[in-house]
């Protein structure tokens, strides 16, 4: 990618629609407009639409009617200069126009390569280029509510500001070094390693957010389990809000797992049917039972299925047990059948393994609105409770960052507080920078650039 071309690419999905965005950024960007709108005129005037003619730059020919907005650099999403071209939506026009800038000059863009020239331009740090795929790709309030916080720069002040904590412990222990042992310096070494007990806090509270906030982007695993015919499709299709499940009355029906993803209190679950859990001589029955227990042992959280109006059997109790240590919702299901009174809660029911006992009905709906409202409140309760301008840690790699910074940090207290000589102990803070440092992208790595911006779309 050479930061000296201009690129070109489609910045709307293609298709049928009312308009298509075909966007230019780079050094020669105003030039490639002339040549495919002349009569616009040059040098454009910056930030105001002008309607033109878009043509072949070879043949002359009229492609479309177009609306034409520029943008000088550095006042520009890539800090270049660049334009947007609007036309009329469809497959053929938006890329004729398209091939007619690359006759004009520009090159096609790669993966992000946009965002990536904002990065570069210093337009925004790394966090922000992440909390735009995130806008891009999120399905959910709550991502979209994380993202837009991200990008407003929440997160990267969280981070700047612990980067600054670690150069005032760096300043406090010059400070303290600067003195002759003889003399008695002005920051005791217990203040120096109380700063850094609070700095590890803070680092310790935004690495809470972190299963909670990964779990934003891909949703929470939420498996459906339970002996055959326990209603687990039917609950899966119930907060789906679809048929995607097959459901008969004969035993066994689920014979691979069923994945769908949901957003419930503006949350995502991915929810995951699964065969029942029996044993069974059936062949391809007993295939399906595996791939059940293979989604259980990752699971966020199970959603048990047990009829209602009846004890657990054993072979159900000893299954609770066995998923000891994962979040369990028993579901008693199929409540207008069972003879009890519709809508009534088994709350006060005792079983081991399980935190919880909602009874449904699919029938008449009793139930699931409870259901809805208490799973974000189980999985996601820290960002149910959180302020909304709290940042959060919504990738693997942010907490690796933060992790890393956390343990140098501990290590530099410890060492303190065990008699090594602060000069020594001190090693540990430079590395605890460099991560947060690599976190905002002050140190850029090309391995990470690469693999964050693979994943944008071709015209961002």
């Not at 809470?208 to 339970?226: F, I, K």
């Amino acid at each position: 990618m050479a930061a000296a071309d201009t690129i070109v690419a489609l910045a709307t999905p293609p298709g049928t629609s009312a308009l298509a965005v075909i966007r230019l950024s780079g050094p020669e960007a105003f030039q490639v407009l002339a040549r495919i709108c002349p009569g616009v005129s040059q040098p454009p005037e910056p930030r105001k639409a002008t309607l033109a003619r878009a043509v072949d730059p070879v043949s002359g020919e009229l492609l479309d009617q177009v609306v034409v907005t520029t943008y000088a650099a550095p006042g520009s999403y890539t800090g270049e200069d660049m334009v947007e071209i609007s036309s009329h939506g469809g497959w053929v026009s938006p890329a004729r126009i398209l091939e007619g800038c690359t006759a004009a000059g520009a090159r096609r863009a790669q993966e992000g390569e946009f965002t990536r020239r904002a990065y570069l331009n210093g337009k925004m740090d790394l966090l922000q280029t992440e909390a735009v795929l995130d806008l891009i790709e999120g399905r959910t309030q709550a991502l979209h509510k994380a993202a837009v916080h991200q990008l407003e720069r929440g997160l990267s002040r969280r981070i700047s500001a612990l980067r600054e904590g670690l150069v005032e412990l760096e300043v406090l222990l010059m400070h303290h070094l600067d003195f002759p042992e003889e003399d008695e310096p002005p920051i005791p070494v217990e203040t120096i390693g109380q700063r850094a007990r609070e700095l590890e806090g803070v680092m310790e509270d935004l690495l809470e957010t972190a299963p909670e906030g990964e779990m934003l982007r891909e949703g929470a695993v939420t498996v459906l389990a339970g002996r055959p015919n326990s209603g687990k499709s039917s609950l899966f299709n119930a907060l789906l809000g679809e048929e995607r499940a097959i459901v008969t009355e004969i035993p066994g029906t689920t014979r691979d797992a069923l994945e769908a993803v949901v957003s419930l209190g503006g949350f995502p679950f991915r929810l995951v049917d699964t065969a029942g859990l029996r044993d069974t001589e059936e062949p391809v029955e007993r295939l399906g039972i595996e791939v059940a227990w293979r989604y259980l042992k990752s699971a966020d959280l199970i959603l048990f299925c047990a009829e209602a109006g009846r004890e657990l059997e054993s072979q159900e109790r000893a299954f609770l047990a066995e998923v000891a240590g994962t979040p369990v919702v028993l579901v008693r299901t199929k409540g207008d059948e069972s003879g009890v009174k519709e809508g009534s809660r088994r709350e006060g029911e005792e079983v081991k393994g399980v935190g919880k006992s909602l009874e449904t009905s699919i029938t008449t709906g009793e139930g699931l609105a409870a259901l809805r409202d208490y799973l974000p409140t189980l999985i996601y309760g820290g960002l149910v409770r959180s302020r909304n301008d709290a940042p959060v840690l919504t990738r693997a790699r942010h907490s690796r960052g933060v992790r890393k910074a956390r343990e140098e940090v501990r290590s530099f207290r410890e060492g303190l507080e065990s008699g090594l000589p602060a000069e020594v102990a001190a090693t540990h803070l430079r590395p605890a920078e460099t991560a947060l440092e690599e976190l905002l992208g002050v140190i850029p790595r090309e391995e990470i650039l690469d693999r964050l911006f693979r994943e944008f779309c071709i015209g961002k």
